[in-house]
């Protein structure tokens, strides 16, 4: 069965701190694995975008992973800032025109 | 260059009632898919048109239906409302069909009361 599975299930840091977020799936075959920022109430905003031979891949002061034999993927926010709180969902698409395989996410709150 | 662009942000239906949730897709893009996010919930794909027909569907009842008009834009329609489908209503447009790169709207949330 095609899952994103993610964890933790919500996060809370203080600010200035850095955290990673993990995401395992089983969907395949794979195209790509996503992550979104979505703020509450908004809708999901595109963070990075990794294929099967991209190992590492960053925005600013976001960092992912991709481990495609293990099927993992991890999100790593440096320097955590308040604006940084918001649910960080998984997103991986598989080969042709089929739905995108989404994650619950993970609710992070960055506290001062 | 407008992103993807939903109305309205918010609505307040009563049970029974039926709804008609708009989006403009990204210029440029002619692939719309419409998704249901429940809180504290990911998406979930309801389905998706391309050339002003339904390509793909999720698991939704009928009383969920769409339309793609010629200039993309798309609709969702939503019968005989449940209060279950109180939710935020997401629209993302694609590139093309075989392009899985969405980019979102800012979604219309829905309260059925």
């Known amino acids: 069965k095609n899952q994103v599975e993610q964890s933790p299930q919500s996060l809370i840091i203080l600010e200035g701190k850095n955290c990673t977020l993990q995401?395992?799936?089983?969907?395949?075959?794979?195209?790509?694995l996503r992550w979104y920022k979505q703020d509450t109430g908004r809708g999901p905003v595109s963070l990075t975008i990794?294929?099967?031979?991209?190992n590492t891949k960053s925005n600013g002061r976001y960092t992912a992973t991709l481990d495609a034999d293990t099927k993992q993927s991890s999100l790593h926010i440096t320097a955590s800032q308040l604006s940084d709180s918001a649910s960080y969902i998984c997103v991986v698409s598989r080969v042709g025109n089929t739905p995108l395989v989404f994650g619950k996410g993970t609710r992070l709150s960055v506290i001062a | 260059d407008a992103g993807v662009t939903q109305s309205p942000t918010h609505l307040i239906k009563t049970r029974g009632q039926q709804v008609t949730l708009r989006c403009s897709p990204k210029s440029g893009h002619d692939t719309v898919s419409w998704y249901q996010q429940a809180l504290g919930q990911g998406p979930q794909f309801i389905f998706q048109?391309?050339?002003?027909?339904?390509?793909q569907r999720g698991n939704f009842p009928d009383r969920f239906s769409g339309h793609q008009f010629p200039n993309y834009s798309s609709e969702l329609n939503v019968n005989a409302l449940l209060l279950g489908d109180s939710a935020l209503y997401l629209c993302?447009?694609?590139?093309?069909?075989?392009?899985?790169?969405?980019?979102f709207g800012q979604g219309t949330r829905l309260t059925v009361v």
């Open positions: 993302a447009s694609s590139p093309s069909l075989m392009n899985t790169e969405a980019f």
């Open positions: 048109y391309y050339e002003e027909e339904e390509r």
């Open positions: 990794m294929t099967f031979s991209e």
């Open positions: 995401c395992n799936y089983t969907v395949s075959p794979f195209s790509n």
